[in-house]
Structure formats: C-alpha cells, structure tokens
C-alpha cells in the first residue's frame, strides 16, 4: 500500500465552481499534512498545510482533516484557468502522493 | 528573504557518464536540505535529507550519493550514471523544525 494515494484525474471543472481533491494516507500517526501546486514543467510550491482536524482557510483555499478516516482534502472556490496544475498531496514532509492534475475550463 | 538556487537548469548525460548537482541557499542558516526525484508520472521521491554538514540520510538506496560541504549547499552525485536515473531533480529546504517543504527551481537530467 503507499504511503500517499492521490487519483491522478484529470479533474477538468469550469471557470468559477469549485475543485476538489482528495488525499488518502496510510500512516495513522501522521500530524502533519501538506498541499503544493505544480505548474507543467516547474518546481513544486507550498499552498496549503494543516496538523489539526477540521478546516483550514487561506483565501480561495480550504484543507480539510479528517484524521480518524485518514483523508485530506483541498477544495478551491472560485476555481480560475491559473489554477490549472497539479496539485500535490504530502505527508509527514516528504512523502507525496503522485498528484492530481486540476484543469479550469474558462 | 531566502532563495535556493539549482544548477544546472538541464542536463543531457551519457549512461556511465559521473553526475554532480549543486543546490545553494541564501538568506538563512542552518537549513534542512533535502534532494527528491521526480520521474515521469511518478510522485516526489525522497533520496537524501540533511540537518547539518556532513550529517546525510539516504532514504533509497541506489547509486547516487549527496555531500554537504557547507552549511548551505548541498551536493547531489554519481560516479555511474543509469537510464533509470532520468527525471526531474528537486532540492528543497525547511527551517529547523518544520516540515515544510520550499523547493528549487529543479534540475532536468536526461540520461541518454
């Protein structure tokens, strides 16, 4: 089983709705919990990362805890072509998932 | 405010051929540095974490290996590359204590 498991997508939504993307983990005792977005062709950046259950809020971003069924989830309302990327789920810091790929329909 | 640099941006490299990536960060001490992978559609790999000179982890055993000669570079090398060693290489660092990752522009690395 890995460590971090992210369905792939693509996930296409259009201009304005909300996206949302799912992370599953296997390690009961994580604490801390971590969304990047990949645009094609460059590095990963930090957007998001949450160590307690329930919801976190950061303008269009919300990360979801849910430790006792061992998922977290990022939704973005408002969804716009620029967040069109990958968005990669973490772990403990370093173990990532494989990524969803998120593409906004203008 | 603290930048991380990557050299080279890309790299074409014969199988056999020895490998060294440099990684540099400015604007902070003692950093955490790591090195990941990230070959095609498959996630970030962890290879080597630092919290200090000298002090290296391996978490894949393999024919790479990492230095840190100075508090904020970190070194990335092969003495053989493989086919399999193709793939978009990424150094990162975080403050002490955290687990958050800032990464470097990345170094593309195709072995031919």
């Known amino acids: 089983q890995k460590e971090v498991e992210q369905n792939s997508g693509p996930l296409s939504v259009p201009e304005g709705a909300i996206a949302s993307l799912n992370c599953t983990y296997s390690?009961?005792?994580?604490?801390?919990f971590f969304w990047y977005r990949q645009y094609s062709g460059k590095s990963p950046e930090l957007i998001m990362f949450?160590?307690?259950?329930g919801d976190k809020e950061d303008g269009r971003f919300t990360a979801q805890l849910n430790k006792a069924s061992q998922y977290v989830s990022l939704l973005i309302r408002d969804s716009q072509p620029s967040d069109s990327a990958t968005y990669l789920c973490?772990?403990?810091?370093?173990?990532f998932g494989t990524g969803t790929s998120l593409t906004v329909i203008p | 405010s603290q930048t991380i640099h990557q050299w080279p941006a890309t790299l074409v490299q014969p199988v056999g051929s020895p490998l060294s990536l440099e990684c540099t960060v400015e604007?902070?001490?003692?950093?955490?540095l790591y090195w990941y992978r990230q070959a095609a559609g498959r996630g970030l790999q962890l290879l080597f974490y630092?919290?200090?000179?000298?002090?290296i982890s391996s978490e894949v055993p393999q024919n790479l290996s990492a230095s840190r000669p100075q508090d904020r570079q970190f070194i990335l090398s092969s003495k053989k590359l493989l086919l399999s060693d193709s793939g978009f290489y990424l150094c990162?660092?975080?403050?002490?204590?955290?687990?958050?990752?800032?990464f470097g522009p990345g170094t593309r690395l195709t072995v031919t």
């Open positions: 990162a660092w975080n403050p002490g204590g955290g687990y958050e990752q800032y």
């Open positions: 390690d009961r005792g994580s604490q801390s």
């Open positions: 949450i160590y307690s259950n």
């Open positions: 973490a772990v403990r810091g370093f173990y």
């Open positions: 604007g902070t001490s003692n950093p955490n």
């Open positions: 630092s919290v200090g000179i000298g002090q």
